[in-house]
């Protein structure tokens, strides 16, 4: 049991915030709750609180936080024998200097970064950001982090594998509605870590990896009551969006709510992402409708916790594409085009139940259950043709479709301890149950212009496919001396898969469902119905070396090391049907996959990390690849199986340093190389049929690929107030790719090796103070290809970009105004429709009222209307020009209020 207290006054500090870590800073518990306690006669009493061990010798870390303290921290240590830890000294917080002269308050100047041990800090405080701004466009502001437009976010390089709120999972992981919904000011810091998982607590040691998280921790005063936002738009091109959102906090339950319904499909911020390529550009007009809600309750004790989520969304995509394509042949130019529109419609309901329930030294378990269940319809129309001199062929397809998936999965992990050499016992298990029903009427006119016909197919498809799966993993390890583990695991697997395809040839349009006679015009060629049985067992033998050497708090050393093998023995049966024939296929594989990973703090300073990583990987080729069949239910192109393919293999080496130092520079650097070695891959060999234009693909092993690859990142601010700082990123890439090419005059690919060498190098440099931030990119990227293929045409090609995003709130008025310029540009192509350059500005402006609560912005996107909906690619056998229906530029109005209420004390 320990305590905390005010250092000097020595009163009782219960609002302190009280976390467990490791001694390499991997937090165990979080949020450990603090007690006011008081005997008779005392006057302040003392905020105590307790802790839960598990059974084993180690060394940890207490940290204890308080808005207007400096932290505080104490390094203890126990032994295996004892699981409560009592009379610990008091943590003593002392409150943050500041000194007054006459009207002048001095404080120190905040750190927007730092390191506490190995956890990387961004004080959110330090960070000006305008009204209305969210909790992704704080993160893109951070050094040292980048963040893509699917909300991916990444830190010195390494991809962070979960976005958490107060160290608990929101929303499934789901990271874009926090990144979208959180507005910026509620947040008090960001934390970058390698977190512990519960399980991995509970055994007492590593059952799974630890996840690279990035921890948003709120202001004491938003932890309790609501918060909430509600935005309305519109805009020019019929462009519409509004959205709610509501985050609530009690003693015991974390609440949220959320709506949302827009066809704008934009995840560009306008004076916040370099990311305006023309080839980022959206594909399709998307319109999306959706609510979900989720509920985490936590008990006071840490003991059980529950999550319930529903979501349910609605979508509509429209699509119009239309593409020329060009093929390299001497002496001709063989060409052919397409014109495409397709609607898709798909609602979607999610389920989901999380329970957790720990029991210090007794049980921990927790159990998963998800359901999820798809409705989805759709329709497209098409024509392609294909010219060599003249028009060759004609083809016209006509198709639509409806069908319905659900999937019901419960997963869980129990440890009991039941300790077998003091070791606990951990156990997974999983099942699951899917099915897939989906309906296909296509249509198919093919004109032949050589020698002239034509003729007319139509095909009904009636696709089931039912899985049945379940699956236990057993986990032990045993301590063979202070540093060196055994680990034992077995992971056994049974599933069933059924699957029918029937196709049919009516003489119009129709769904299977709306025919009444199916016998007549089946085609039994193109059908066929599958039942597989496969049996999984993967037993593992790992040994497992960590060493920690605990010194003062923030200089500490560390290392560990992973070797482990694992067999993957499968069983497999299968009864296929096609064609009026069975074919039954048995098959047991074995395959080996050993693996070494290496992970060191080489010396006594915070954030200096080096890993190390060798595997080797074996897969088995599906055995529906090895049956013997033949498919030409599409006109124009035959699908055959291959009897003799075999699986994959492939080596991997990779390595990565990373180092922090100077706590006013704020230097961060990142290096990674890796080389793959692919013994053996599949790839789809190609006939082609001049006369009639028809495609016969096959997979077929290639061998012999390889790729090597190295990566430095740095990030550095400039000055010792923080306000200028860089950031670059080096990469380069080689690339040796085996695949089958179908050169100049010939009917039948063979293999063939391309070298393709990438050199990248992306730039920026921002300064920012107070309310404004200007922020000056620049990225240049260099490509050489060169093939052995007698037609291939060497590529030495540059793409690059340069630009500024600025962005300034005037003071008083405290109107917003953001602006963003890129060139892009191309040169080097074989084609002058590739040598492009194109120049894109957007800008916006907002102006918050009543205090900041409603913020009024307007944002218009491409200001000059020069990007285009036409994309160009080039690779060794051709050119393709691509339209797509989009809206490329557009200007929107925005109203968005923001409103929060905390409890009455």
Known sequence: ?????????????????????????????????????????????????????????????????????????????????????????????????????????????????????????????????????????????????????????????????????GSRSFFGGNSKVLLENLPYYTVKNLKVYEKESDRNQAVGYEIEPNKYVMDVNLKDNYRNGYIGNVEAAGGTQERWLGRAFLLGYTDKLRFSLLGNAN?????????????????????????????????????????????????????????????????????STPYSTLKASNTSHISRLLAKNSFKLKIPNKIYTDLGLEFIYNKYKGNSESISEDFLDSINTRLRSTSYNNGHSFRATASGFISPRADIFLRPLAVFYGFKYSEDKNETARGFITRQFVHPSTQTQYN??????????????????????????LEIQDRQEYAKRYKRDNLYHPDTLFLPSQLDALQAITDPRNSYESDYHIYYNAPTLALKWNKY??????????????????????????????????????RTSYNLMPSFNFKIHPTRKAGEQLQFQLMYNQETASIFDLLDYRDDATPQIVQLSNPDLKGIATSKVQINFTDWESKRKGQQYHIQGAFNYFHRQIAQSVIFNPSNSQYTYQP????????????????????????????????????????????????????????????????????????????????????????????????????????????????????????DWNMYCRRGYGSQDLNTDDFVMNGSISQPFLKGKLI???????????????????NAQGRTETWNRTLPNYVMLHIVYHFNKQPKK
């Not at 390499?24 to 609180?49: H, M, Y």
């Not at 305006?276 to 936590?298: C, H, I, Q």
């Not at 309310?771 to 050489?784: C, E, F, K, Q, T």
């Open 700 to 819: 077929r092993n290639v061998s012999g690929a390889y790729q090597a690859s190295a990566k430095f990142d740095f990030t550095r601010f400039l000055d010792k107030r923080q306000r200028w700082s860089w950031q670059t990123t080096l990469d380069a890439t080689y690339n040796h790719a085996i695949d089958h090419v179908l050169q100049t005059g010939m009917t039948e690919s063979a293999p063939n090796a391309v070298n393709t060498l990438v050199l990248h190098d992306g730039l920026w440099l921002q300064y920012q103070h107070k309310d404004l931030s200007v922020r000056a990119v620049g990225d240049i990227r260099w490509r050489h290809s060169e093939g052995k293929m007698q037609d291939f045409t060497t590529l030495n090609a540059f793409d690059y970009q340069y630009g500024m995003t600025t962005r300034y709130t005037i003071p008083v008025l405290k109107t917003t105004l953001s602006l």
């Open 263 to 331: 066809n704008v499909n934009e995840k560009r911020h306008i004076g916040e992402s370099g990311s305006w390529k023309p080839e980022n550009m959206p594909r399709s007009l998307l319109t999306t409708k959706s609510v979900a809600g989720e509920v985490d309750y936590l008990s006071k004790d840490g003991k059980v916790q529950d999550v319930v989520m529903v979501d349910f969304t609605t979508s509509k995509d429209e699509g119009e594409t239309t593409q020329r394509r060009e093929l390299f042949l001497d002496g």
């Open 1 to 165: 049991m320990g305590s905390v207290r005010d250092g000097f006054l020595e009163v009782p500090l219960v609002d302190t915030h009280v976390t467990l870590l490791t001694t390499d800073s991997v937090v165990i518990q979080d949020s450990i709750p603090v007690t006011l306690s008081k005997r008779d006669g005392e006057r302040w009493g003392s905020a105590n609180f307790i802790i839960k061990l598990p059974k084993k010798t180690c060394t940890y870390l207490l940290r204890a936080t308080l808005d207007g303290y400096e932290d505080a921290w104490k390094t203890f240590s126990v032994k295996a024998e004892i699981n409560d830890v009592w009379g610990l000294d008091p943590l003593e917080l002392h409150r943050i200097s500041k000194k007054t002269l006459g009207e002048v308050t001095v404080t120190a100047t905040k750190l927007k970064m730092y390191y506490k041990g190995d956890t990387l800090v961004y004080d959110a405080t330090a960070f000006k950001m305008p009204d209305g701004s969210m909790l992704d466009d704080l993160i893109r502001q951070m050094p040292g982090v980048t963040m893509n437009d699917d909300g991916e976010i990444f830190v010195n390089g390494r991809k962070i594998d979960e976005l958490l709120l």
């Open 856 to 874: 009024v912005g307007l944002e218009s996107f491409d200001l000059f209307h020069q990007l285009s909906a036409v994309q160009y690619t080039i």
């Open 549 to 586: 050497i605990p010194g003062e708090y923030m200089k500490m050393e560390f290392l560990s090391w992973d070797l482990r093998l694992t067999s993957i023995i499968r069983s497999e049966h299968l009864i296929y049907t096609r064609n009026y024939t069975v074919q039954d296929k048995r």
């Open 460 to 485: 009904a498809n009636d696709f089931f496919h039912r899985e049945t799966l379940g699956n236990i993993h057993l986990c032990w390890n045993s301590k063979l001396n202070q540093y060196l583990d």
